[in-house]
């Protein structure tokens, strides 16, 4: 059980960086971005190459596989998503080139690393602590501590820094902040990339504790996205609580129940949340646009 | 005067957003066969009068009432199907549709005809097509766009999409209208169509509710004013007694006068 | 759609279309009949996309879970009841229907994004769903051995006899299509994709209309979903999978969204052109989805659609390639 829980809450905790994505992007650039999980995915997969494959050293390893994550959120950005919201396309076009994005990077990754899932070492290795008289991997630990780190620092940035003024700024209205001088493209293209950034993070950490393969993506961000809407989507603080809620109930459900399953209730979750509850846990009433 | 609507009427409507109030304690009523002014100055409340009795927002408190059904608790479209039709402030056209397309539009809640009509084109659905088609026609003649008919609504002028919007108003064969600044952005002789139009309206028994800046188009026109300001009403009556009257010149006739 | 009898250039395509289809049974190859019979299979979709998405502006992502009703409904009433395939097929149809009921009115407030995301949660849901409810759906191995269908004690179990029903089929459904979007009811749709708040002042019942279009679009995914597994004599997961739903997009996108052949051309294009590429099966997605981001970014309408020209390319680049040193 106490494995389970942290399990649960280490893949909930990564779950909630993609989350944050989610909202934060929405809050600024009214786009949802359905590439996230994709981040999660490169973030591993890089890391392993520099490390296993470019034989770097295991720290660079895992800031080079950052730099690829932040790398790709920023060609999505500028090239995919720019364009289409200087043109104030539909919600659902930029929706779809979000996820055909995500694709491509995905089978792009499989193409070129191949279809083996792989793994990476620990960053502590032996670290390890025991609850309720079960041994249980320290990795886990880590990446509880190191997310819920990096959460803080970026609800930090967010609130006393005048970046995150402007963010906030242009969450409110893209066009009066335009006159008040703040640039919405470079704020997205700074909330794309760091957004992606964080993804990356969370692979790298990830990847140690399960394996990562090109699938993984998608998975993440599915789970991610169940758990920013869970929570309130367009809320930071929700998408934390739904990504810790989301990562223990599908701890749980594949652990007791059957691992095939989880996804089929992740998205149980997700529409019935939609039909019957759409601003989450945390959230306030999701504007139309 | 062939048989005019029932009367609409609003009874002491207050509302509110959040710590706005908008509107506040507003009675009037909408007759048949007459044409009802609405005035004062901007934010006064006035569209937001007209949102509320088109359903689009839900008074606060107070009633509005309409041939016996209680409106507040209706959709916009059962209020439309109603015979309640409304136009809008910015002209709103259904852009991607041609001017035709959008009159046709408006007669949408006079069809009878359900899908399995349409997919065996059934007689009685070619019947009501042709017959909706030709009645289109004729609107955009009495409004004087029938030239326009197949070109796409966004191209048109200002001026003209204000008379689209009445032709489709027209079209859904209303009992009462709630006109919003219809008269915004005409020239002289358009505005002078405008009034044939609606008293033409007027003498066939529609009730309509006029919103307007334009001072001489509504105290000629309408056969009552009301005057709100900062959502009360401050005045209402016939038009001459409200024209003299100097809280209403004080209010709102005084700067309206230096602009016109 | 509308207006078809105004369009020369779609009539002309159209005719062309129907001139090859005919010619081809008696030139063509048993791979040229195969692809396309599929190709019919997936306009049918595609053309109830376009319906849902091209006429009515609802966005939604769901049209694979419709298919999935109609084939593993095909699959499953056929084999473990044994009924009647055609029955089978209306039974799906009927079922499709239903559920089209309960999400339109879940659904039924939910706009813009809400209805995207949450169509496309019950699209890899349904994938998913497939994929682990072994019980019902068998898993990945899926459910084969359909009994094929019969016409009049004619069995249809060649290719020629397929490559028939299924045009026979997609020309059925786009003549519909055609029907209703020439209709006061399409115009009530297209009234609805425009504007919701202008169509309902009109006393449009948008909700009522929504559910409409919702339910049409899935009892013809569903259709095309049972023949398609009577066709393949095969049901399974990867039917319905993610790449699915992003191809059937990019069918429409490229066709062109509100047109009438646009569907045909589209789901022709895609399915057809991959098999003259050899050495493309590795790169085949890769590919597909590139060309799906392209068409989106600068040439939206398609083929034959409607509105948008082709974007000019500087508008797509940011401004700091075009402007040097520019700062705001």
């Known amino acids: 059980m106490g494995l389970t829980l942290a399990i649960g809450i280490a893949t909930g905790c990564v779950y909630a960086l993609v989350a944050v994505g989610y909202s934060l992007i929405y809050r600024t650039t009214g786009v949802v971005n359905f590439a996230q999980g994709g981040d999660v995915m490169i973030g591993g997969f890089a890391t392993w190459w520099f490390f296993a494959v470019a034989g770097l050293p295991y720290p660079l390893a895992i800031a080079g596989g950052v730099a690829v994550a932040t790398l790709i959120g920023l060609l999505l950005w500028t090239l995919v998503v720019l364009p289409l919201w200087r043109r104030r396309s539909p919600p659902y076009v930029v929706l779809l080139a979000t996820i055909v994005f995500g694709a491509i990077v995905g089978n792009a990754t499989l193409l070129l690393l191949g279809t083996l899932p792989q793994t990476l070492p620990p960053w502590v290795p032996g670290l390890a602590f025991t609850f309720e008289g079960n041994r249980i991997d320290g990795q886990y630990g880590l990446i509880i501590a190191a997310s819920l780190l990096s959460l803080m620092v970026f609800g930090a940035v967010l609130r006393f820094s005048s970046l995150g003024r402007a963010m906030r700024a242009c969450a409110a209205s893209r066009d009066t902040s335009q006159l008040l001088g703040i640039s919405p493209e470079r704020i997205g293209a700074l909330c794309f990339a760091a957004t992606a950034a964080l993804g990356g993070f969370g692979g790298a950490m990830i990847t140690p504790a399960q394996f990562t393969s090109s699938e993984v993506g998608l998975t993440f961000g599915v789970f991610g996205f169940v758990a920013a809407v869970l929570g309130g989507f367009g809320s930071l603080l929700g998408a934390l609580v739904g990504g810790l809620l989301l990562g223990v109930v599908n701890a749980l459900v594949g652990r007791y129940v059957s691992s095939n399953y989880q996804t089929v209730i992740a998205f149980g979750i997700l529409l019935l949340l939609l039909a019957v509850r759409p601003q989450g846990i945390i959230g306030k009433q999701w504007e139309e646009t | ?260 | 759609m509308v207006d078809f009898a105004r369009r020369p250039v779609e009539m002309a395509v159209l005719v062309l279309i129907v001139a090859g289809l005919i010619a081809v049974p008696f030139g063509g190859s048993r791979l040229a009949v195969y692809s396309l019979t599929i190709t019919a299979l997936y306009a049918i979709v595609v053309i109830s996309l376009n319906l849902l998405l091209g006429l009515a502006g609802q966005a939604s992502f769901a049209q694979t879970t419709f298919m999935a009703i109609g084939g593993y409904g095909s699959a499953l009433l056929t084999t473990r009841l044994r009924l009647d395939p055609w029955l089978a097929l209306m039974l799906a149809a009927v079922g499709a229907s239903l559920f089209a009921c309960i999400i339109g009115v879940a659904l039924w407030r939910l706009r813009g994004h809400y209805l995207s995301m949450a169509t496309f949660a019950l699209a890899l849901g349904t994938y998913s769903f497939a994929n682990a409810a072994a019980w019902l759906t068998n898993g990945t191995i899926g459910i084969s051995g359909i009994p094929p269908l019969e016409i009049g004690g004619v069995t249809l179990d060649d290719a020629l006899s397929f490559y028939i029903l299924s045009w026979g089929c997609c020309g059925i459904v786009l003549i519909l299509a055609l029907l209703l979007a020439n209709s006061h009811i399409g115009r009530a749709w297209r009234a609805l994709a425009t504007s919701p708040e202008i169509a309902a002042s009109l006393g449009i019942d948008v909700p009522r209309y929504r559910l409409l279009v919702l339910v049409i679009a899935a009892v013809i995914a569903s259709v095309s979903g049972s023949l398609y597994v009577e066709f393949t004599s095969f049901a399974g997961p990867d039917l319905y999978d993610i790449n699915i739903v992003i191809t059937l997009f990019l069918m429409l996108f490229v066709g062109g969204r509100g047109s009438t052949v646009g569907p045909i051309v589209g789901a022709g294009f895609l399915i057809i052109v991959p098999q003259m590429i050899s050495g493309l099966e590795r790169y085949q997605n890769l590919v597909f989805f590139t060309l799906l981001l392209v068409v989106i970014l600068v040439r939206p309408s398609g083929l034959f659609g409607a509105a948008d020209d082709t974007i000019p390319l500087r508008t797509l680049l940011p401004n700091w390639i075009l402007l040097p040193g520019f700062r705001r």
């Open chain 2, 1 to 260: 005067m062939t048989n005019p609507a029932p009367d609409l009427s609003v009874a002491d409507v207050t509302k509110r957003f959040g710590g706005l109030v908008a509107v506040s304690n507003v009675s009037l009523s909408i007759r048949g066969g007459r044409i009802h002014g609405l005035i004062g100055p901007n934010g006064a409340g006035k569209s937001t009068m007209i949102s509320l009795i088109s359903g689009a927002l839900r008074p606060t408190s107070g009633q509005i009432t309409f041939a016996g059904a209680d409106l507040r608790r209706l959709h916009p479209a059962s209020i439309a199907q109603l015979g309640v039709a409304r136009t809008f402030q910015q002209a709103a056209p259904l852009l991607g549709l041609s001017v035709m397309e959008n009159v046709t539009a408006g007669m949408h809640l006079h069809y009878r005809s359900g899908i399995a009509s349409v997919v065996f084109r059934l007689p009685n659905m070619r019947r009501e097509a042709s017959a909706f088609a030709a009645a289109s026609k004729q609107l955009l003649e009495r409004v004087g766009l029938a030239d326009a008919a197949e070109a796409q609504a966004g191209t048109l002028t200002f001026g003209k999409l204000r008379f689209l919007e009445i032709a489709r108003a027209m079209a859904m064969r209303p009992r009462i209208m709630l006109l919003d600044e219809p008269a915004a952005g005409l020239n002289q002789p358009e505005s002078e169509r405008l009034a044939g139009i609606l008293r033409g309206l007027r003498d066939e028994g529609i009730g309509m509710l006029l919103v307007d800046h334009d001072v001489p188009f509504v105290f000629d026109l309408c056969d009552e004013v009301t005057v709100m300001d900062s959502g009360r009403v401050i005045a209402a009556g016939d038009p001459d007694s409200v024209y003299a009257d100097p809280v209403v010149r004080e209010a709102y006739l005084g700067s309206a006068n230096e602009a016109v």
